[in-house]
């Protein structure tokens, strides 16, 4: 059997562009695990659908009537897709705690869904994980310590299943001014080495030889694959 690649953190800022990414690979199966509710996740979808539909109109000028059809038609498609997919697996964890419990668990999944259509050129299944950082943001968990348990129980459950991992955080079109600037930049955010005793996020005396990067510590098991932002230029 080929051994797994290095475990990868893409840099789509739209849902709707890594979940495109995601359905348009040559992954043989795709477990795709979103860390929100199934509800937060179609809100987060018609946000980047809704962006991505007011780019395209800058550049196509379509009519005001255009828009929304071209925004519904989107939506429409991409959860269509997702729904009748024979090779994606979706996935809502949206609690830290319910990600970990069902990474800890990844012995027990559903086998691949047989997909007559692969090829030659079939690539082997993926784990893809959308926005797990984030889910540590309120909570005692985002530190140095949290952070490297979830991403360890990711990667032992990519092992587990033989499969190649993929994590990504996309913007929160949606999200107040304190999640804001972590959605702009997780990656670059430093975080405490310990755990928290409580969950404010409200500025605390600590050293900064007492916290580190969050891409720091992904960078004990992840790459950083940063094409689609070098593609997208400035």
Known sequence: MNSLPTPTIKSFDLVADFLEHILHGSASS??????????????KLISSIQLQSRQTE?????????????????????????????????SFCPSLEHLRAYLGTSNKWP?????????????????????????????????????????ALAVEAASRKSTRLVLCECQD????????????????????LLNSSTTSRQPVEISAAQTVQIRRIAKKWFHFDQTEREAAGP
């Open 58 to 90: 800058g550049e196509e000028h379509p009519t005001s009537e255009e828009a929304p059809i071209l925004s519904s038609t989107l939506l429409s498609n991409t959860i269509d897709i997702l729904d009748k997919s024979r090779r994606v697996t979706l």
């Open 111 to 151: 086998g691949p869904r047989l997909n007559p259509e692969n090829g030659p050129d079939t690539e082997q299944p993926l784990l893809a994980i959308l926005s797990p950082i984030a889910l540590h943001f309120h909570t005692s968990q985002f530190s140095a310590q949290g952070i490297s348990r979830t991403l």
């Open 30 to 43: 795709t477990t795709l695990i979103v860390c929100w509710t199934r509800e937060k996740f179609i809100q």
């Open 173 to 192: 079109l949606n999200a107040g001014e304190e999640e804001h600037a972590f959605s702009n930049n997780p990656w670059d955010m430093a975080v405490p």
